[in-house]
C-alpha cells in the first residue's frame, strides 16, 4: 500500500510531582521494551528528554516528538499523573492521541511503589472533556507493561486512518448518474474532517484520456495486465485502452493532488462513458484500489471515503459493493441450510459490476459488463473483473453523511460463505448475523444509499473506534444487533 501513512507514535510518560517520577521512568521503559518484543520497533518512539510534570515539561516533549517525526501520540500515566499538563500535550499535538495508565506490578510493593493511575485516568479523562479534546481511552485502558503494548498497537491502525484523513484528497469525476441520486451527498462534512476535494467533469477526464493515446507506457501497462489476468484474459482487444485510462488516472493523481498526500478517486462508468471512451473502468479502479487508491463507483464520494479507512485500518485491499439480491430460496436450502448457522434472512448477495481486486476473487476473468451490455453494443462494455469473491471474515461499513450534514455511520462482521453464486459480476454470498433486522432498522431506517464497503477480515473494533473519534454521535453508529436488543425503530411486538 503506496497511499497510507506510516504511524509513528510518541511515547511521553506522564507524573504528578507528588509521586516518585521514577515510577514513569521505570515503567515507560518497561513498556517500549514489552512493545519491541512483540511488535514492529518502528511504530513507537521513546521521548527521553523528560517525564512530564508541568506545562514546561509538556512543551519539551511536544518539541522532541515533534522533531523525530512522531505523527501520533500516547500519553502514558505511570502515576497519577497531571492532568492539566498531560491533557495539554494532546491539545497541542497535531495528529490523534490515546491515553492509557500504568497498572500496580505487585502486593509487595504498594507504598512508595503504588502509583494510582487507575485513579488519575478519571482526572485525565475529566480534563479531556472540560477543554473539548479528542483522545483515544481503550476499552480498560490501565496495564500492565505487556498490556498496554496490545493497547498501543490496537491504536496504530486507528491512528493511521485519522492521521490519513488530515492529509486525504478526493478526486472525482461527474456529475452523478442520473437515478443515483442515493450517492449523493452533502461534501461540507468532508472539509469538517480536513478532507479535500477536487471534483472534475467526465469530459475533463476525457480529454486527459484522449492526451494518452500512443503513450510509450501503455506496452508495460498491458503485459502487466496480461500477467495478472493470466487465462482470464478474455478480452485482449481491449487492454490497450484499458491501459491507457490507467495511466491517465495515475498521472491526474500526481498533477492534482497538490499539498495533499493520499488520494482517492469517486470515479464515472455510466451512461455515456462506454460510448465515449469505448470500454468500461471497471478493471482498471480494481488495479488501482489493489494499490492503495481507493476508487468508488457511480461518483460516490463517501463511498471511496469509506474504502480509504477500511484500507488504512486493514491494511489491505478493500471493495465497494451494492448489497445487491437475495439468495434464492432453492440456493439457500441447497448450499447453506444445515451447513452454516445462519437463517435465510442472515444472507444476501454483494455485487458490483467487476471493480473488486483480483486478489479478492476466487477465481476471475475479463468480460463486459452485461447489464450495459443489454442497451448498448457489447464491444463498447468490456472492461470488467468477473469471479465469486473469496470466502472469509469480511466486515461490512460505511460512513455517510445526511442530507442534513450529520456524519452517520454503520459496521458489521460477517462472512464470504464458499458457496457459488452462479451469477455474474464481481460478487458472493455474503452472510451477517440477524441481517434482516439490520437491513431494515439500520440501512433502511438510516436511508444509507445501496453501496457498502468491504473489508476483507474483522475489523470493527478499529473502524468504531475511528468513526466516535472523528466525530460521529455514538447513537449514530449502527451495527447488527443480536436478538433481543431490539433497534429503536423495532417494533417489539413483532
Known amino acids: ?205 476525457f480529454e486527459a484520456f484522449n492526451k494518452h493515446e500512443g503513450d510509450a507506457r501503455i506496452p508495460a501497462k498491458v503485459k502487466e495486465m496480461e500477467e495478472e489476468l493470466g487465462a482470464g484474459n478474455q478480452k485482449p482487444e481491449i487492454l490497450n485502452k484499458l491501459a491507457q485510462y490507467e495511466l491517465t488516472l495515475l498521472d491526474w493523481v500526481e498533477a492534482h493532488k497538490g499539498y495533499r498526500e493520499y488520494v482517492a478517486i469517486a470515479g464515472k462508468c455510466w451512461p455515456a462513458f462506454q460510448t465515449q471512451f469505448g470500454f468500461v473502468p471497471c478493471y482498471v479502479n480494481s488495479r488501482l484500489t489493489g494499490m492503495g487508491i481507493p476508487v468508488s463507483c457511480e461518483v460516490d464520494i463517501y463511498g471511496c471515503l469509506s474504502e480509504f479507512i477500511g484500507t488504512a485500518v486493514s491494511n489491505d485491499i478493500v471493495t465497494l459493493l451494492d448489497i445487491n439480491n437475495t439468495v434464492p430460496d432453492d440456493m439457500y436450502e441447497e448450499s447453506i441450510k444445515g451447513k452454516f448457522d445462519y437463517t435465510h434472512q442472515d444472507t444476501f448477495m454483494g455485487f458490483h459490476c467487476g471493480n473488486t481486486n483480483s486478489k479478492k476473487l476466487a477465481f476471475c476473468s475479463m468480460k463486459n459488463q452485461m447489464i450495459m451490455a443489454r442497451a448498448l453494443p457489447e464491444e463498447v462494455t468490456n472492461g470488467t473483473l468477473e469471479g465469486d469473491i473469496v470466502p472469509g471474515e469480511i466486515t461490512f461499513y460505511r460512513l455517510q453523511s445526511t442530507a442534513d450534514c450529520k456524519l452517520r455511520a454503520y459496521i458489521a462482521h460477517g462472512e464470504v460463505l464458499p458457496v457459488a453464486t452462479k451469477s455474474f459480476g464481481g460478487i458472493g454470498v455474503f452472510a451477517i448475523p440477524e441481517m434482516g433486522r439490520f437491513y431494515r432498522h439500520v440501512l433502511i431506517e438510516g436511508n444509507y444509499p445501496h453501496h457498502g464497503a468491504v473489508a476483507f477480515g474483522h475489523y470493527g473494533k478499529a473502524l468504531y473506534e475511528v468513526f466516535k473519534y472523528i466525530g460521529v454521535e455514538l447513537d449514530e453508529i449502527g451495527f447488527n444487533r443480536p436478538k433481543g436488543m431490539l433497534y429503536k425503530s423495532e417494533n417489539p411486538f413483532a
Open 1 to 205: 500500500m503506496n497511499n497510507l501513512p506510516k504511524v509513528k507514535i510518541g511515547i511521553v510518560a506522564v507524573s504528578r510531582d507528588c509521586f516518585p517520577e521514577s515510577l514513569s521512568v521505570n515503567r515507560r521503559k518497561a513498556l517500549v521494551e514489552a512493545y519491541k518484543a512483540k511488535y514492529d520497533a518502528s511504530d513507537i518512539y521513546e521521548c527521553p528528554v523528560c517525564i512530564v510534570e508541568s506545562e514546561i515539561h509538556m512543551v519539551q516533549a511536544l518539541e522532541d516528538i515533534k522533531k523525530a517525526g512522531c505523527n501520533a501520540l500516547c500519553v502514558y500515566l505511570g502515576n497519577f499523573g497531571p492532568e492539566i499538563s498531560e491533557t495539554l500535550l494532546a491539545k497541542h499535538f497535531d495528529g490523534p492521541s490515546m491515553f492509557i495508565a500504568a497498572a500496580e506490578e505487585s502486593q509487595n510493593d504498594l507504598i512508595g511503589g503504588r502509583g494510582d493511575a487507575y485513579c488519575g485516568m478519571l482526572n485525565a479523562s475529566y480534563n479531556l472533556k472540560l477543554r473539548n479534546i479528542k483522545a483515544y481511552i481503550p476499552e480498560y485502558p490501565v496495564g500492565t507493561a505487556a498490556e498496554c503494548a496490545d493497547m498501543i498497537n490496537e491504536f496504530v491502525p486507528i491512528a493511521r486512518a485519522i492521521v490519513g484523513l488530515k492529509s486525504l484528497k478526493i478526486i472525482s469525476f461527474g456529475p452523478r448518474p442520473l437515478n443515483s441520486l442515493a450517492c449523493n451527498a452533502p461534501i461540507k462534512q468532508l472539509y469538517n474532517l480536513g478532507v479535500e476535494i477536487e471534483e472534475n467533469s467526465e469530459l475533463d477526464l
